[in-house]
């Protein structure tokens, strides 16, 4: 049986952050994920998961500008050290909250920057990343997103990603895909899965088009599921999608599954 965990950035958000633990848990969800939690501190989060019984299995290491429309650090050639400098911050909160994986957003591609160079330069950072979280037990990810949603982000597919990964056979870094963001860009979802899924460490869902809650729009995600119980799929399924309705109210789909 699949494994569902809610991510809190974008579920539960009637309630703040450090309360939506608790409604995860009561709702039926196993674990809990956070973009980026660094407007709580650690400790009170910490507390908070530990309340509630719902471990946090995935942040985002920061990103810098990217969720304000600009280029992110992973990719961008001018920002190297800002990225390091972001390694530690997101390692402190890593180990409070006990997260086993951390996501690298590869960022847009920066104006005046070439993609190979911008390409070159996230696959360093990647191979930098998971050498600086490995001995700490905490596995690097990284994540494509649609260029309709974000434009200029430079992966956008599962296959973008594996050829990037597939350049530095020694980086061992976890591939997330979120089915939404696939579905945007027109990929044949069944597909992708079968090819990909050795290396897929995380997935993420949403309906699509509108980004809502299963049911709310055309993607056959409860096929999704059932062919990644087929597959033998044992990591987990985040749930991070925009409830077209109290979180509460959009949770119809869970229960047949967990």
Same mark, same amino acid.
């Given at each position: ?234 990591? *987990? ?15 119809? *789909? ?5």
């Amino acid at each position: 049986m699949l494994k569902f965990a809610a991510n809190l950035s974008l579920l539960f958000t009637e309630q703040p952050v450090p309360q939506r633990f608790a409604a995860a848990a009561a709702a039926g969800f196993a674990a809990v994920e956070i973009q980026f939690p660094y407007d709580y501190p650690a400790d009170a989060l910490a507390a908070a998961a530990r309340a509630a019984g719902t471990p946090v299995i995935l942040i985002n290491v920061p990103a810098g500008d990217l969720m304000q429309g600009g280029a992110g650090l992973a990719g961008h050639p001018q920002r190297v050290a800002e990225f390091a400098a972001a390694l530690p911050l997101a390692l402190a909160y890593a180990q409070a909250l006990g997260v086993g994986m951390v996501n690298v957003l590869p960022g847009r591609l920066a104006a005046g920057v070439g993609r190979r160079q911008a390409l070159a330069t996230l696959a360093a950072n990647l191979a930098r990343a998971a050498d600086y979280f490995r001995p700490h037990g905490i596995r690097v990810l990284c994540e494509p997103i649609n260029d309709l949603d974000m434009p200029g982000f430079l992966l956008r597919t599962a296959d973008e990603l594996a050829a990037l990964l597939a350049d530095d056979n020694s980086c061992d870094v976890g591939m997330q895909i979120d089915l939404y963001h696939m579905a945007r860009m027109q990929q044949d979802i069944p597909q992708l899965l079968r090819r990909h899924l050795p290396a897929i460490a995380h997935i993420q869902f949403a309906d699509a088009p509108g980004r809502g809650e299963p049911g709310s729009g055309a993607l056959p995600l409860a096929q999704y599921f059932a062919l990644l119980t087929e597959l033998g799929y044992t990591g *987990w399924c985040a749930a991070e999608y925009r409830p077209t309705a109290r979180t509460q109210d959009t949770l119809q *789909w869970l229960p047949p599954l967990t």
